[in-house]
């Protein structure tokens, strides 16, 4: 006999098809998720289970490509969880577009999400268990996309902590990800040592020139956070620090010298090379 296996997110498919099919028999649309609105809903023992978590509600938006958005869902009744999905064709679903929500106080959940396209999108809420039901709410808002230069702090020698939040400014290629820019100078030749250090990983850490085309990458971290960086000219350098997708929380970040390359000697005497 033929056995027949789907994978999580197979099944999660497959279980927001029927609901979606269910609607359709019913001839009852999905309840729509407006901009700037905050909607009443109940997860209940009716609505069916996704695979290996808890129930399933529904709704739909319209999102526009290059907007940033925040979906927020607050219940005191269950643990939640959110995801954006779309149907193909008003057939196939794809419920993992963006399925990384930050948790920024306890009963909140918020999904911030950038759609690869303007369209009809899926809103997913879902308890991370079974038996978890009862009331909730959910909001959608948009987030300021960042414009011009980035502010930028001072980075000293020694040790500057700082911390990611949802007012950052975000990566000009994933907007998931938090930036913060720091800037530092010293003669040419300088050799510096940049550690960054943090709960959130992976963290990102780049060193670069900073203008008005933007950040330009000369030196990115290694898997230890830190970067061995030489000042190849004069002006200002600029380290920028990348939270993981939708993470915020704190880090530090360390500027230290380096000592110079130790110059050998060669066996006849003479300066090594």
């Given at each position: 006999?033929?056995?027949?296996?789907?994978?999580?997110?197979?099944?999660?498919?497959?279980?927001?098809?029927?609901?979606?099919?269910?609607?359709?028999?019913?001839?009852?649309?999905?309840?729509?998720?407006?901009?700037?609105?905050?909607?009443?809903?109940?997860?209940?023992?009716?609505?069916?289970?996704?695979?290996?978590?808890?129930?399933?509600?529904?709704?739909?938006?319209?999102?526009?490509?290059?907007?940033?958005?925040?979906?927020?869902?607050?219940?005191?009744?269950?643990?939640?969880?959110?995801?954006?999905?779309?149907?193909?064709?008003?057939?196939?679903?794809?419920?993992?577009?963006?399925?990384?929500?930050?948790?920024?106080?306890?009963?909140?959940?918020?999904?911030?999400?950038?759609?690869?396209?303007?369209?009809?999108?899926?809103?997913?809420?879902?308890?991370t268990r079974e038996e978890g039901t009862g009331p909730f709410?959910?909001?959608?808002?948009?987030?300021?996309?960042?414009?011009?230069?980035?502010?930028?702090?001072?980075?000293?020698?020694?040790?500057?902590?700082?911390?990611?939040?949802?007012?950052?400014?975000?990566?000009?290629?994933?907007?998931?990800?938090?930036?913060?820019?720091?800037?530092?100078?010293?003669?040419?030749?300088?050799?510096?040592?940049?550690?960054?250090?943090?709960?959130?990983?992976?963290?990102?850490?780049?060193?670069?020139?900073?203008?008005?085309?933007?950040?330009?990458?000369?030196?990115?971290?290694?898997?230890?956070?830190?970067?061995?960086?030489?000042?190849?000219?004069?002006?200002?350098?600029?380290?920028?620090?990348?939270?993981?997708?939708?993470?915020?929380?704190?880090?530090?970040?360390?500027?230290?010298?380096?000592?110079?390359?130790?110059?050998?000697?060669?066996?006849?005497?003479?300066?090594?090379?």
């Open positions: 006999m033929k056995m027949i296996s789907f994978t999580p997110a197979a099944a999660t498919a497959l279980a927001l098809a029927c609901v979606l099919a269910s609607c359709a028999g019913s001839q009852e649309p999905l309840p729509v998720l407006r901009m700037g609105e905050t909607v009443n809903g109940r997860i209940t023992e009716s609505d069916p289970p996704r695979f290996q978590g808890g129930r399933i509600r529904i709704y739909q938006l319209e999102a526009r490509e290059g907007v940033l958005y925040a979906a927020t869902l607050r219940s005191d009744a269950f643990d939640g969880y959110l995801m954006l999905g779309q149907q193909l064709h008003g057939i196939t679903d794809y419920p993992f577009l963006w399925a990384h929500p930050s948790r920024p106080a306890p009963g909140v959940v918020r999904l911030t999400f950038s759609p690869p396209h303007s369209g009809t999108f899926l809103i997913i809420v879902q308890s709410t959910l909001s959608l808002a948009t987030l300021p996309v960042l414009e011009g230069p980035p502010t930028v702090a001072r980075l000293p020698g020694g040790e500057a902590r700082g911390a990611f939040s949802e007012r950052d400014a975000r990566h000009p290629d994933d907007p998931s990800r938090f930036v913060d820019h720091y800037r530092f100078d010293g003669p040419i030749g300088r050799r510096v040592r940049i550690t960054a250090r943090s709960a959130l990983q992976p963290l990102g850490v780049e060193v670069g020139a900073l203008g008005t085309a933007g950040f330009r990458t000369l030196a990115r971290a290694s898997t230890d956070g830190a970067i061995n960086f030489t000042i190849p000219g004069r002006g200002d350098w600029y380290v920028r620090v990348i939270s993981p997708p939708r993470a915020t929380g704190e880090y530090t970040l360390t500027l230290e010298d380096r000592p110079a390359a130790a110059a050998f000697t060669s066996a006849n005497g003479s300066p090594g090379r």
